[in-house]
């Protein structure tokens, strides 16, 4: 059974209504106790499939309460006499249900408000693994190339777009977009660096490959973008879905820029079409994942907001999508 423990810290004269209604939700076990002179503190320990509920309430509580404060914590072992009695209960409950099993909006957006952003980690990280990829492409080695991928973090930029898109935060998938493309643009870079200063590297089988685009990319993308979203969700270790993505994302921006290093803009323009078709299969994807996790915001006017951006993301996506399909195949036919 996964716990999570909510602290509350609550000025007196507010004490009484709230400490009222939050024993109202179903919680495990629940402590009271005096902070200071003018606050209360409450510990309530829940399913984490409850936290959501809780925290929506206190989130709505805090915006017109000063002084009022909520932690949350992972609890990773909690035992008493109710617990070892209903733990084969629980587990035999959990396995009949079919809903997607995720963490709380309010920790997911956290996360996603993290990625969102550009940082001197993220700019660093990108900035190496375009390097060694771009080394790894030069050398024909596809140990390296894997290698490049493993430390590129461009799966949280892109799970930050879909989140976003899907909850209707304008401002945040504005941020998310910036950050992803600012991480593109330093693999390009460094790319059409190498590609204009060395002659070589362009007719090996990792630089040719990522130069070619079929409708089964699409199905890599798709593959991707579900398994980072899925892996988001449960704030599970993001390091070897983020290979998937990398996979998608790193090589064919590597050879993009390559071959306009080396004017060679033919085979830029598949690889251009390459990362296109694999980024909307990824955005497809996660957004559709995150859409049926039933990642709702709460206030009125961010409901209301959500309400159109979400069927509007995907629709606007899978359009695209059909669009580059139809592009893929008059391509093979005029070749």
Request: aromatic share 10%; net charge negative.
């Given at each position: 059974?996964?716990?999570?423990?909510?602290?509350?810290?609550?000025?007196?004269?507010?004490?009484?209504?709230?400490?009222?209604?939050?024993?109202?939700?179903?919680?495990?076990?629940?402590?009271?106790?005096?902070?200071?002179?003018?606050?209360?503190?409450?510990?309530?320990?829940?399913?984490?499939?409850?936290?959501?509920?809780?925290?929506?309430?206190?989130?709505?509580?805090?915006?017109?309460?000063?002084?009022?404060?909520?932690?949350?914590?992972?609890?990773?072992?909690?035992?008493?006499?109710?617990?070892?009695?209903?733990?084969?209960?629980?587990?035999?409950?959990?396995?009949?249900?079919?809903?997607?099993?995720?963490?709380?909006?309010?920790?997911?957006?956290?996360?996603?408000?993290?990625?969102?952003?550009?940082?001197?980690?993220?700019?660093?990280?990108?900035?190496?693994?375009?390097?060694?990829?771009?080394?790894?492409?030069?050398?024909?080695?596809?140990?390296?190339?894997?290698?490049?991928?493993?430390?590129?973090?461009?799966?949280?930029?892109?799970?930050?777009?879909?989140?976003?898109?899907?909850?209707?935060?304008?401002?945040?998938?504005?941020?998310?977009?910036?950050?992803?493309?600012?991480?593109?643009?330093?693999?390009?870079?460094?790319?059409?660096?190498?590609?204009?200063?060395?002659?070589?590297?362009?007719?090996?089988?990792?630089?040719?490959?990522?130069?070619?685009?079929?409708?089964?990319?699409?199905?890599?993308?798709?593959?991707?973008g579900a398994a980072g979203a899925l892996a988001f969700l449960n704030r599970l270790s993001g390091n070897l879905v983020g290979v998937m993505v990398a996979v998608a994302l790193l090589p064919p921006s590597v050879a993009m820029g390559m071959s306009i290093g080396n004017a060679?803009?033919?085979?830029?323009?598949?690889?251009?079409?390459?990362?296109?078709?694999?980024?909307?299969?990824?955005?497809?994807?996660?957004?559709?994942?995150?859409?049926?996790?039933?990642?709702?915001?709460?206030?009125?006017?961010?409901?209301?907001?959500?309400?159109?951006?979400?069927?509007?993301?995907?629709?606007?996506?899978?359009?695209?999508?059909?669009?580059?399909?139809?592009?893929?195949?008059?391509?093979?036919?005029?070749?």
């Open positions: 059974m996964n716990l999570q423990l909510i602290e509350v810290y609550i000025p007196d004269h507010h004490f009484d209504s709230i400490n009222e209604k939050l024993q109202e939700f179903e919680h495990q076990s629940y402590w009271t106790s005096s902070e200071s002179e003018e606050r209360m503190l409450v510990r309530i320990l829940v399913k984490t499939s409850e936290v959501e509920e809780i925290l929506n309430y206190l989130e709505g509580v805090s915006n017109v309460v000063e002084g009022f404060e909520t932690l949350l914590f992972p609890v990773q072992t909690y035992l008493s006499k109710k617990t070892l009695h209903e733990d084969s209960e629980e587990e035999d409950k959990e396995s009949e249900e079919a809903r997607l099993k995720r963490a709380s909006r309010h920790e997911l957006l956290n996360a996603v408000e993290k990625n969102s952003l550009i940082s001197w980690n993220y700019s660093l990280l990108i900035l190496l693994s375009a390097i060694v990829a771009t080394v790894g492409f030069l050398k024909d080695s596809e140990a390296v190339v894997i290698g490049a991928m493993v430390i590129a973090p461009m799966i949280g930029p892109v799970i930050a777009i879909a989140f976003s898109s899907i909850l209707g935060d304008y401002k945040m998938l504005g941020k998310s977009i910036v950050t992803s493309l600012y991480g593109i643009a330093i693999v390009l870079i460094i790319s059409v660096l190498f590609g204009y200063f060395f002659d070589m590297g362009t007719d090996t089988d990792q630089y040719l490959d990522r130069t070619k685009v079929t409708v089964v990319d699409i199905f890599l993308g798709i593959a991707s060679d803009f033919e085979l830029a323009y598949g690889a251009f079409l390459l990362v296109t078709v694999n980024v909307m299969s990824i955005l497809l994807a996660a957004a559709s994942i995150f859409s049926i996790s039933g990642i709702r915001p709460v206030r009125w006017e961010e409901v209301k907001r959500a309400n159109v951006s979400r069927p509007l993301s995907i629709t606007f996506i899978a359009v695209i999508i059909l669009i580059l399909v139809a592009v893929i195949l008059l391509g093979k036919d005029w070749s």
